[in-house]
């Protein structure tokens, strides 16, 4: 069981453990006093929430956790005084963040300077594992260099994962760059069932090379790695987990849904826009079941046409909507001004359209009967976890491969778009989740998952397990460390 006994005052840890200790005097003290973790987050919504969902989990497990970030999308450290936050001073822009090099640009920052930021830390103040974002690949070399254990929290599923990881055998076959010519994208991927050529993870042709060599990287970080914590339920992807634990043999962690560990009202500390309150009023409203929610998270971006045709699927639909509508949805939009004329007045009591939305909140809220997703996933764990049908729409990176499972493996849900956007389409796939008996079908299943979703984390559930078996893990590592 853990070695860290006691709590303590941050300052006062820190200051009890010299810089010339030897690494055994370090091992006593630690076990004396606590075990430290230095938590790394990327910078983006959708990987600093889980990153931080775990840092409070391991909390509440009686380590000492310090946040190292960027100083671009910083969390609030306000939002978690039990923490102690460090900022990489890496410079990086607002203009340079919106860029697709972002990911490259942050590892060849920290690179420079993160090796003696780690090596300052170890020094006046014992470490006993790091745990990274995957995309930070360039800590791995740096974390062998200090011999300071590292563990990763993966954001995606195991599917995805297990693609990104054959991205020079599918490359080899032809199969990627996408898009490759129509006749092959109903092609299965044999090593990859239930994939299809079109629901590969690719990325735009002209990005296609820089993907690659984040891919690589990612997937080597992953490689180098003690031990692997996955956001996920082990039962959601059974026979994913058993393929992933053939292939790689450090331990597998599949502790998910991490966001049901707290109170959903406690969700909106990670937040980095200031989330609208009025979409839970103006849910309450609402018939029960009765509200389509629109997100599509907080990265990805849509062309003007498509944002119009969402507006008329919408409105044509006569299902009431709460439609996130995010700065920069359409590329250097702020947020309502490419509304059609007059589509609000037209919509008056039947859509609300908010900057940011409480997500979690809002998918518990007894009047959302679906949501309308670009299958991120965290808003597709948060969907399942609540029970909510989903109406998919994959754009970009993992997203395709989240969609197929829940068209195709879970049954929770229908894909709204093939190669266009069209309002037509958008309209008949809204109702038929909505009103139709597909749509009743669907609920039953998802149903069904919600409860799988939520029995993990109960005592002697397959997540519950899995961060005790953490917990002894990272104790161990630290006490050999
Ligand atoms: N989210 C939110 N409010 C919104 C839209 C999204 O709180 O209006 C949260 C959502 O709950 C999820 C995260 O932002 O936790 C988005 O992560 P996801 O992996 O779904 O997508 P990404 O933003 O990484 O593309």
């Known amino acids: 069981m853990p070695c860290f006994k006691q709590r303590?005052?941050?300052?006062?840890?820190?200051k009890e453990i010299s810089e010339d200790k030897t690494r055994e005097e370090r091992r006593k003290m630690v076990q004396q006093i606590g075990c430290r973790l230095v938590l790394c987050p990327f910078p983006l919504q959708g990987h600093i929430t889980p990153m931080l969902q775990l840092a409070s989990i391991l909390h509440t497990k009686g380590f000492f956790i310090t946040i190292i970030h960027s100083n671009y999308n910083s969390p609030n450290p306000s939002n978690y005084p039990q923490f102690t936050f460090l900022q990489i001073p890496d410079g990086i822009s607002e203009p340079e963040a919106s860029s697709f090099d972002l990911i490259i640009l942050i590892n060849n920052r920290w690179e420079t300077i993160i090796k003696d930021f780690l090596a300052k830390l170890l020094s006046e103040d014992p470490i006993a594992c790091l745990i990274s974002d995957p995309l930070l690949y360039c800590l791995g070399g740096v974390a062998d260099s200090l011999l300071l254990p590292k563990i990763v929290l993966s954001s995606s599923a195991v599917l995805p994962f297990r693609a990104f990881t054959a991205f020079p055998l599918l490359r080899e076959r032809g199969y990627l760059p996408l898009p490759i010519q129509d006749s092959r994208l109903e092609e299965t991927v044999v090593e990859l069932p239930p994939l299809q050529v079109k629901d590969l993870p690719g990325a735009d042709v002209s990005h296609f090379e820089k993907?690659?060599?984040?891919?690589?990287?990612?997937?080597?970080?992953?490689?180098?790695?003690?031990?692997?914590?996955?956001?996920?339920?082990?039962e959601l992807e059974e026979?994913?987990?058993?393929?992933?634990?053939q292939e790689f043999s450090m331990p597998m962690f599949p502790i998910g849904p991490l966001h049901k560990y707290f109170p959903t009202a406690s969700s909106s500390a990670s937040s980095l826009l200031a989330e609208d309150r009025s979409s839970i009023s103006w849910?309450?409203?609402?018939?029960?079941?009765?509200?389509?929610?629109?997100?599509?998270?907080?990265?990805?971006?849509?062309?003007?046409?498509e944002f119009l045709e969402m507006a008329w699927g919408l409105a044509n639909s006569k299902q009431p909507f709460l439609w996130v509508v995010r700065p920069g949805l359409v590329h250097g939009s702020e947020s309502l001004e490419l509304l059609p004329?007059?589509?609000?007045?037209?919509?008056?009591?039947?859509?609300?359209?908010?900057?940011?939305?409480?997500?979690?909140e809002v998918l518990a809220h007894p009047a959302v009967g679906a949501f309308w997703t670009h299958n991120g996933w965290n808003s597709t764990l948060e969907s399942i976890c609540e029970g909510v049908p989903m109406i998919c729409m994959p754009l970009f990176a993992d997203q395709n491969v989240n969609a197929k499972y829940v068209t195709h493996v879970w049954r929770v849900g229908l894909k709204v778009w093939n190669k266009s956007l069209e309002r037509a389409e958008i309209e008949t796939t809204i109702k038929k989740i909505m009103v139709e008996n597909e749509g009743k079908e669907i609920r039953e299943r998802m149903l069904i998952l919600k409860e799988k979703a939520n029995?993990?984390?109960?005592?002697?559930?397959?997540?519950?397990q899995a961060l005790e078996e953490l917990v002894s893990y990272i104790s161990n590592l630290q006490c050999n460390h």
């Open 239 to 245: 026979s994913e987990f058993t393929i992933l634990r």
């Open 8 to 14: 303590i005052d941050n300052n006062h840890y820190t």
């Open 341 to 360: 004329k007059g589509f609000l007045e037209n919509v008056r009591g039947m859509g609300h359209l908010v900057k940011w939305a409480p997500q979690l």
């Open 283 to 305: 849910l309450d409203k609402q018939q029960p079941k009765s509200v389509v929610y629109v997100s599509f998270g907080s990265l990805v971006a849509i062309s003007e046409t």
């Open 211 to 234: 993907f690659y060599q984040v891919v690589s990287g990612m997937v080597k970080e992953n490689e180098m790695s003690s031990g692997i914590i996955w956001n996920s339920i082990a």
């Open 455 to 464: 029995l993990c984390l109960k005592q002697g559930g397959s997540s519950y």
